[in-house]
Each structure stands twice: as C-alpha cells, then as structure tokens.
C-alpha cells in the first residue's frame, strides 16, 4: 500500500480533545475505582451501623457530594422512581410487621403498630442510601472512563466490548420495542386491559425484536474480526482516566473505613 | 500480487449443499472487480471466501485454495486476514463496534486492536478519514450518523488497518441515492490514493458502471459472465441471470428500439 | 490447568462476546417492557441469559446474567431507580445453570420416540418429586427452610396448593409446546426451566429479605403481604413469594428459548460452542435454510 504522502491535515494531528476530555468537578474527576470504593463504604454503612445512624450519615454524606458534583437533579430522580417501593415497604410492615404488638391505633381489622412503621422507615431509609450510593457512583462516571479504567486495570477487550456495546444497545432496543408496540397497537394488540390479553401480547412484541437481534449476530461477529478484534497482546489505550494521589488516598480510606466498620459490628459495638 | 481463487467451493456450516464454487477468481492492486448476480448466486459468499472470513471465522469447508499475494489464507489468523483484506457489508449499523463515542474513537478501533502506539493510532486514522473525505465528522457520536455516513465511517474504519483489497458486499444496499453516489466517489477516491484492489459486489449496476474496471456475473456460486465493464454490463444475457442491466443501458436500448441513433456523445451526458 | 483455561477459551468464541451484549440487551429491555409497560407479574428479564448459558455455555450465561443485573443501571432512560443490582447474584446462578442445560442436550429438539417419551416420564416424575419435597419442606415451618416436619396441617395445606398451582403451569406449558411442534425435548427443557425457578426463588429469597424487605414495589407484593397476615418471618414469606413467581418465570422463559433456538437455521446455532448439542440427530438437514439470519441471502 502507498504510504501516506499527506503531511498532518489541517483538520486534526494527534489525538484531538474531545477524545482526551477530562470531566470538571472534584468529584466527577475522581478515578472511576475510587468512586466506586467510596460507593461500596457507603453501603456498607448504611447497612452495618445498625439503627438510624447508618443511613442518615450515609444520606447526608450523599446530600452534599451530590450538591459539590451537580447531579442533585440525578439523584431526585432516582429517589422518585424508588417511591412505589418505599411507599410499599411503609405499608406493609406497618400494618403487618410479624411479631409487632404496639398498636397505634385500630383502623377497623388493621392495626397499624409503632415497630413496624419504625421498621418501614428504616428500611425504606436504608434503601434510598444504598441506591442513590449506586446512583452517584454512575451518574457521575460515563461509561468510558469506567471501562478505559478497567481497562487499564486489566479487563480484557472482549470485557469492555461486552459491557460498552450492551450499554449502547439498550436504547436502540428500545426504539425497536417502541416501533413494535405502535405498529401492534394499530393492529389492535391490547396493552391495558385483562392480564391474558396482555400476556398474549409479550410473544408477537418479543419474538421480533428477538429475531432482529439475533440476525444481527453473525455480521458483526464478521465486522468485529476484519476489525483485528482478536489480535493478541493488550489494546492501545488512547484515553486513560488519571489516578491520582488523591484517589489512592481515598481508596486506602475507604478499605479501612469498610474494615473498622465490620469490625465494630462484629465486636457488638454499633449492632 | 492479487487475490486469487482457484478451484474453489465453499460449504456453510450446517448445510448440505456448496453455496460457491468452483470458481476462479483474481482481484488484482489498484482495479476495481465488480460482482453481480442474481439473489442466492453466491455473491455475499464470494466476499466472505475471498476475504479469508470464510471459513477463519465462520466455519464451514472449503475446497481449492484462497492465496493473498501468494500466502494462503488458511495459514493466516483473522486479524492478519483483516490487516491484508478490509470487508464492509450492507448494514452501517452492525459494523459500528458500539464501544466507541466519537466517530474518531471508532475508526481507530482497529489499529486500537493491534497494540499500535497511540501515536501511529492518531496518524491512521487521520490519513483513513482523509482518505474517505469524513474528516468534519470526527467528533460525532457514530450511533447517530446517516446511513451514508455510518458506511463512509465503517470504510475509514476499515481502511485504518491499511489493507491491500477492499472487498465490499452490497454497501450502498439501504442507501438512497445521495448516498450511494458518495459512496462509490469515496471508493475511486480511496482507489486512487491507495492502489488498493476492490471487489465490489453490487446489485445497483449503475455503481459498477461508474466506477468499475471489470465485471463478474455470478449465477448459481459460478461465473456466468465476466469480461470489461462496459461490455458485460451491455449483454444481453444479463436479463437470464436475473441481473438488471444498469440504467444507462437500459436508456440506450430503449433509445435505439425507438428507432432514434444512439451517438457517443449521448452516452458521454449521461455518465 | 491448561484444560480449564481451554475450556473457558472454548466458550468465549467471538460469536458468543457478540451475543452476549445483545442478549443483555434483550432482557433489560423486555424486562422492563413487561414489568413496567404491560404490567404484568412476571419478570422476563431472563431470556437474554437463558440463551447465551444455552448457546454458549455456563460462563458466558453467568456473565450475561450478572452484566444485565448491573449494567440495568446504567441504562439511560430506564436506569435510575432501578433497584436490580443486588441480583446479579440469581442472574449469575441462572445463567450458569442454563450453560448446563444446554451442555446436557436438553434443549436439543427430540421426536416422540419411545425412548425419547420414556426418559420424558422420568423426567417429569423426577422434577414433580424434588418440587414436591422443596415445597413441602418450605411451607412447612414459619422460620426455618431446614426444618422436615410437617408440624403444621395447614401450612402443608398451603404448600399444596401452590405446589399444584406451578405444576399446572408446567402441564399447561407442556402441553402447548407438544401440539405446537409435536417435540418431547421440550418436557426437558420446560423441567429445566422449573428447575432453575425454584434455585432462583431459595437463592433469591435472603437477597430480597436483606435489601429490600422482601418487597419490590409491584404487583407480587401482594401476594408476600398476605403471607404476612398469615404470621411468616420477613424471610419465609419472601421465600414463598418467590417459590410462586420464579417457577412460573422461569418456565415461561425456557419455554421461549426453546422455540427460538429450535426456529433458528441450523447453520447459525451450528457455530456456538454448544451448537453440535442442540441440533438433534433427528432434525432434517436443510438444504434450504429456513429463518435465515440477514447477511447470508445471496
């Protein structure tokens, strides 16, 4: 093949910037590993501290990172799809906690106890900090930077294929569902309306969109190939999030507060 | 220096019957061999023998032999195969790798692959985008491009690997025809900047007719026709092989049957 | 050492790394579609798992099944507040049990021969005796799965009835599956589906009671309520929710996997580590294939 005889082009000559972007803010530029060590600190002790401190330090700690990085607005959402959920955890346990005999009053057969709406609001307390720890762990690492991270750390390519290309398909299977379901909707599928009905409507919606996938499979297998997707050694890496001192600083943290935190527990010390 | 086919049958995986063959075949640097035949002729498994795909990658048996540039492919890996042969399909969308945000970070997914420093990476796929004539859409998100573009970027992508032939199998298939007509510009452009050999198989004769040098019709996995462009895409058997003979030919017999005389300078305005 | 690493090798083929994002895909999509779209009280989000463990093998269904739990969250549009991740643990199990199945040939399509029927009885005999006892021995004391006796005649009452209720699902199944395609390979299949709900539903059921009270915001809450009244522990009648959903699930998508690799062309299943096992010696060879996959019309 001719070598090139195009010097560098005017439009471009090593990697441009939108390839190296580094995201700003204390917290969104943390290496992707410590994130998630702060995150998993967080579940930890949501769930370990036993009794009200857990979650609350947990919520606060999160109220603020949160306020600092800019994704309050994200983890509103999350605490908001999470409410038929809480709303079922308060109901249940509060009218039917096994073993429960405090009655706050009596609604009729329903006796709703102090234990259990005690019970309810912890565990619905200790839910939210669990999933919004989850939630700012994500919304504040793209899905690149995790994987070049993981990357970096050792995940082979097939790894990051798997995880980076069903991350990208998600929406577009979306889209496909959505098609199906109009086009069945103008054919006159139920989607209210008596269970049967509805089940009878999953094949017709899922066997195309199934379908579709699959046929898909064989070309990209031939695509990924003629793409060197197999070729041995490690893969150039042309984005790597930086992993500072800081971040070793907060892991190693992170590790001794998960360790000092089960160990009290074990010991009996906050359970 | 060529691809050549000799004596070769190919038989899927799973089937009972050979889908090509024999066939002799070459694809020689620097011209561009049209295919065309009709549905179920063997055209998309000319592509994937001659590329070496068939059977490295998915399977099947194949009788006679396969040499590129003498070597035989049997002896060489898929991303060896992929560095020696670029292959581009119908559909833009599954030859997107989906790992990748920028159209820049897609079309270096290739060299990426091959353990390249980052350095080379840059310079590859700037010559590739240049040499395709896409460098404005480096930093698009590739999941959102045309159909055009999507296949523009999965030849650059292609290209990055600096193979000798390009072997393409219907790609202007699901274009319209804006794209189909940037499509067969960026093949003579790339043609002519690289020296690459093309096996170009098309059911839109008007494509070969524009950028062809040679055409094979396939019928039933074996060469029916095969001859200079201009003069196997005027055959009148090409109506018996179920091949649709290119407007322009159409035009002139139309013209002629009208009892009108068809001169040069007319087929000169319509090219 | 070198015949594990062979072995992992042999399952990670790249058709099987292509798959799996689309299988991923499949059941995050179809899961939620269901469970939030048609509102149904099945979970579905298990197909893309079944499918890989049966095409590729036990560690690409593991991982396939662990990744959708965790990559749900990362799903944009449907991602936040999603609640899933704690199951990449029952995900990872099913998919591992599905790379046995299709490992074993039960999801290979087989003709009423007599031996063929005859290993179907025993199949079925076998699964209805191990849901039997697993059901029995689940309902029949309000803390402990480990305790045999049946100290309680209502409880072992109860165990009954829903031991029946997922029993006639599986007959319904079956027998739907045998006058749409006259293939005993499904009684296989449908037990191994069975199978896999009622692991799922035991591994499933301390996850549920730790993180999330047992509850999930949708319609089967209900149904742990009432066990509730009836005096269960946070775990059991989590327990017993899950011994009613997740056969039922789990059956349904065997059931569905079944048909699609047995409506996929030989050519393409014939290229996955386990294909040689699901195409049964009996199947027609096709000269033309049938639902033929795009790219290999011409």
Redesign the interface.
Known sequence: MTPPSLAPTAAGFGLPDYVTRRPSGFYRSLNPATKLAVAALEVVAA?TISGWLGPALVLATLAATAAGSRTLR?LM?????????????MV??LF???GASDPIAHVGPLAPTWSGLRFGLL?AAR?LA??SA??LA??TTP?DDLLADMSRRGLGR?GV???????Q??????ER?GEI?DAQRARGMD?EGR?WR??R???P??AP???G??????????A??SRA??APGRQTLLRTPPDRTIDSVLRWLALAGVLAIVALRLTGRIG | MAIELESARYR??????AALGPIELRVEPGRVLGVA?????????LCVVAAGVAPA???GKLDGSVRIDGVDAATLRPHELAQRCGLL???AH?QLS?TTATVFEEVAFGPCNLGLPVAEVAERVWWALGAVGVEGLAPRDPARLSGGQGQLVALASVLALRPKYLILDEPTSELDPAGTRLIADALVRVAAETGAGILLVEHKLDVLAHIADEVVVLERGSVALVGQAAAVLADPRLAELGVEPPAGVRLERAVRDSGVEWTASMSESIR | MGLLRRWVARQ?T??V??????A???N???G???QS????PIY?DS?GTILVGVLGGPLPGM?TGA??DL?W???????????I?PFAITAAVIGLLAGLWGQLGLFRPRRGHALNTAAAVVAVVLIGAMALYTYSRAFSSPDQFANAAFKDPSAFDQSRFFFLVVMAVFVVLVGWALVLRRDVGAVFAISAGLFTGIVAAVVSAPIYA????G????GT?AI??AF??G????YQSTLKQGLLSDPIDKMITTF?VFF?VG?????????FPN?EKL?GPDAE???E?E?E??????
Not at chain 2, 12 to 17: C, E, F, K, N, P
Request: glycine fraction near 10%; charged fraction near 10%; proline fraction near 5%.
């Open positions: 769930f994200g959402v999350v605490g908001l799809a999470a409410l038929p959920l809480v709303v079922s955890i249940v346990n039917l906690l096994p565990t839910l669990f999933s989850v939630a994500y919304l899905v097939r294929f798997v995880v980076g290309a069903a991350v398909m998600v929406p577009r299977t979306i569902v379901m989607t269970i509805r089940a409507g999953v094949v919606l899922a969109v199934v379908f996938a699959l046929a898909e499979v064989e070309e990209r297998t031939m990924l190939e997707f197999t | 899927y995986a799973g089937s009972g019957s035949g009709a549905n179920e002729s063997g055209k998309s498994t990658v998915i399977g399909f119908q559909h599954t989906h | 990670f790249t058709r790394i292509v798959l799996m994002p689309v991923i895909a499949i995050i999509v179809l939620y579609t269901v779209g048609l509102k149904l579905v197909i991982f990744l959708s990559i969250q990362y799903a944009p549009g449907i991602g936040p507040g999603s609640q991740g730790f993180f999330y009270g509850l999930s915001g949708s809450d742990v309520a509730r009244a005096g269960d522990s946070l569905v699609l409506s996929l062309s030989r050519r393409f299943v014939a290229r294909g195409i060879p096709d000269a294939p639902a996959p795009a790219g290999e019309a011409s």
